[in-house]
């Protein structure tokens, strides 16, 4: 059993940036593929990066390479997700997720979600 614990998430303008958390109960967080996935009102819950349990080897959505860097600390029991020139359309509940492939339904453990809003 792993429990997860998102924060950071908050109300950012346009351009800023935000530093995700999700940490996790037990140490077998070690041996996971960690994956983040959000979901905006009315849309499908949609993959947004992962990272391989050694952290050596990541993935992102395309709509924010370039932009968001997910990363771990496996002595912490923790993973990351640094958000930077994020839009209106970045606006979602963010979710962290194990194992975390970029198919939501093969997911066995989630975090409560934390609230992400970017206004224009």
């Known amino acids: 059993q792993v429990h997860l614990v998102e924060s950071g998430g908050g109300l950012v303008q346009a351009g800023g940036s935000l530093r995700l958390s999700c940490a996790a109960s037990?140490?077998?967080?070690?041996?996971?593929?960690m994956g983040w996935f959000r979901q905006a009102p009315g849309k499908e819950r949609e993959f947004v990066a992962n990272?391989?349990?050694?952290?050596?080897?990541?993935n992102y959505a395309d709509s924010v390479k370039g932009r968001f860097t997910i990363s771990r600390d496996n002595a912490q029991n923790t993973a990351y997700l640094q958000m930077n020139s994020l839009k209106p359309e970045d606006t979602a509940v963010y979710y962290c997720?194990?194992?975390?492939?970029?198919?939501?339904?093969?997911?066995?453990?989630w975090g409560q979600g934390t609230q992400v809003t970017v206004s224009s």
């Open positions: 997720a194990a194992p975390g492939y970029s198919d939501y339904t093969q997911s066995r453990y």
């Open positions: 037990s140490g077998t967080f070690r041996i996971y593929t």
């Open positions: 990272v391989n349990p050694s952290g050596r080897n990541t």
